[in-house]
């Protein structure tokens, strides 16, 4: 469990169905098409399957209410996928808020308390995010983050279909940081996120 000034971030547990069904019935996004929930019945089927992962996939948790007000995890990967030998030190954030909880500052408290996390506990040493060019808030978040723009992918990926179905491809920015630049960012800088 990690703990910031107004949040919890914790592993799901059965009970968040309900709050989980209401921010993803209608993913704000298409790289998060493929998880929406059409029902509380696969509401409660995904919280099953992440009943147990309790590293790198916390629910975002308002510490006043109790209540689910969003999702963030990112898992250990290999910096280069074809060296089968090299330490899985990079990590990738994938983030979200349900919309009324979205401009309230929420979404950067729970990844600066994630980022630290992962690089003092989990021994991360360079975190990317990926986020469509048209996802401004994403993108401002990295910034703020202290994360670098690495560069844009043209027509990098796709989620969704046009209607004529063909994929939409969508243009992608990576921004990342490294543990080195995450540290000196700190000493630059006081945080008030965490408690
Ligand atoms: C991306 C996403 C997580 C960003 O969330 P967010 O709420 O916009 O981000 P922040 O936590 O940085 O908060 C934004 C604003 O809240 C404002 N804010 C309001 N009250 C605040 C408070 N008490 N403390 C701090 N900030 C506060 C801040 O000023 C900030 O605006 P600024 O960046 O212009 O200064 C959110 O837009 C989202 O869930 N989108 C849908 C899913 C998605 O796109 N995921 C990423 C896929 S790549």
Redesign the pocket.
């Known amino acids: 469990m990690i703990e910031t000034k107004?949040l919890i971030l914790r592993p799901f547990s059965k009970n968040d169905a309900k709050d989980v069904y209401e921010?993803l019935k209608e993913?704000?996004?298409n790289?998060?098409a493929s998880m929406k929930l059409h029902s509380m019945e696969e509401a409660e089927a995904e919280i099953k399957k992440r009943a147990g992962e309790t590293a790198y996939y916390f629910a975002i948790v308002l510490k006043d209410t109790g209540k689910v007000i969003?999702e963030i995890s990112a898992y250990p990967e290999r910096g280069d996928v074809h060296d089968t030998t090299s330490v899985p030190d990079t990590f990738s954030p994938?983030?979200?808020?349900?919309?009324a909880?979205?401009?309230?500052?929420?979404?950067?408290?729970?990844?600066y308390a994630f980022f630290d996390y992962l690089f003092r506990e989990k021994s991360a040493r360079r975190i990317y995010?990926?986020?469509?060019d048209d996802?401004f808030?994403?993108q401002?978040?990295c910034k703020?983050l202290g994360m670098r723009k690495e560069g844009t992918f043209l027509e990098f990926v796709s989620f969704v279909n046009n209607p004529d179905g063909t994929p939409r491809y969508e243009n992608t920015i990576q921004y990342a940081i490294l543990k080195k630049e995450w540290e000196g960012e700190k000493n630059g800088k006081q945080n008030n996120c965490l408690v």
């Open positions: 107004r921010y993913p704000a996004v790289c998060f969003g994938c983030w979200m808020l349900g919309d909880y979205q401009g309230k500052g929420y979404a950067y408290e729970a990844a995010a990926y986020t469509e996802n808030p994403s401002k978040l703020k």
